[in-house]
């Protein structure tokens, strides 16, 4: 790439600017120039310093450019007519029927304050037997509410009553083993009162 030159009048570069206005000043003449003309390394480092200064900025653009694309695409969703339209017909069908419930307010009003006792639903012929066998149910629900309700009241009481039961239980098995040792006794009376039986029979003959 080759250097820009300093002199050059149709594309002034950093280091013509520099010389014009020190020529402009009176630090330098048109003859010094001129003399040293032929020595631009210090031109050419000024004109690598515009160059990167120029990179840095067309860079700092096309980044600003990068993000506003990333910014686009992340909103294409909401901002795309599709979406706006969609959006705008929900917005249209709730105002809708936002103004016919301001329309029927005292309706409503007066429908809502009615208790709905003594009234019959309207239900679709395909639900007839289900709401058959729910009737059943709630009768029969009914029917054994009380007992649910003193079963539910005897809980609290249940480790008492669990208490009373082991207790049971430990009698029962008692009264158990003195039942078997009086069958023993009593069996063992009998084998005892068949043999003097048997005896005294035999001493007969």
Known sequence: MSSSNPWDSVQPTAAAFVLAKNVA????TQENMETIRKDLSCFTHLSKVEKVGTLQAEMEEK??????LWLQQEVADIAHPYYLEKKLQILQEMNSHLESVLKEKRTLRQRLMKPLCQE???IEASFHRYVAELLKMTVTFIG??????ETIKTIPEMAHTMKEM????????????ETEELVKHVQKWRDQHQQIKNRSFINLL
């Open 25 to 28: 000043c009176g630090l330098v």
């Open 63 to 68: 980044t600003l450019e990068l993000d506003l």
């Open 120 to 122: 019959s639903l309207a």
């Open 144 to 149: 054994k509410l009380d007992s649910y309700l």
């Open 166 to 177: 082991d207790t049971a239980v430990a009698k029962m098995t008692c009264l158990v083993i």
